[in-house]
């Protein structure tokens, strides 16, 4: 609990305390205008606002209105969707045919391509291998790369 929340509980206790004895000073003719003038007046205790909240009838009321926003909104903005729809385009069976069998004949080009590039590379890195090894550059180590690329 907050320290000034304390505070002013305990002046407004204060405040109530003081007026109590004043209250029963006057019923006994005995008034004492002393001990009440030392004692500062407390200062009232700031009021807390009160929360203030939706009644369930209201609540309903509010929900109400919001779904019906909602189902106007939607309902407008379902509309233009709708005829958006309807333009799109579609590509008839015959010019889909003819892509595709476009498309096949680029890949058949292009595995036939691929096929006969790899092996002149590898005949070539074989025989360049050969070579070296014929030669004797490195020895025993030169014959096991030999052997282990033929293989």
Known sequence: MDTRTILADLKAE???INQAIAALESLDGTATA?????????????KQSKKRGLTPAGRRRLSAMMKARWAARSK?????AAKKASVRRTM????????ADAQRKRW??????AAKQPAKKVMAGKKALAKKAKQGSSG????????????
């Open 14 to 16: 204060l405040n109530r």
């Open 34 to 46: 002393t001990p009440r003038a030392t004692i500062p007046a407390a200062k009232a205790a700031p």
């Open 76 to 80: 407008a903005s379902a509309k233009p």
């Open 92 to 99: 008839s069976p015959t010019a889909r045919k003819k892509i």
């Open 108 to 113: 058949a080009a292009q595995k036939k391509a």
């Open 140 to 151: 025993a180590g030169m014959m096991d790369l030999l052997k282990s690329v033929f293989q």
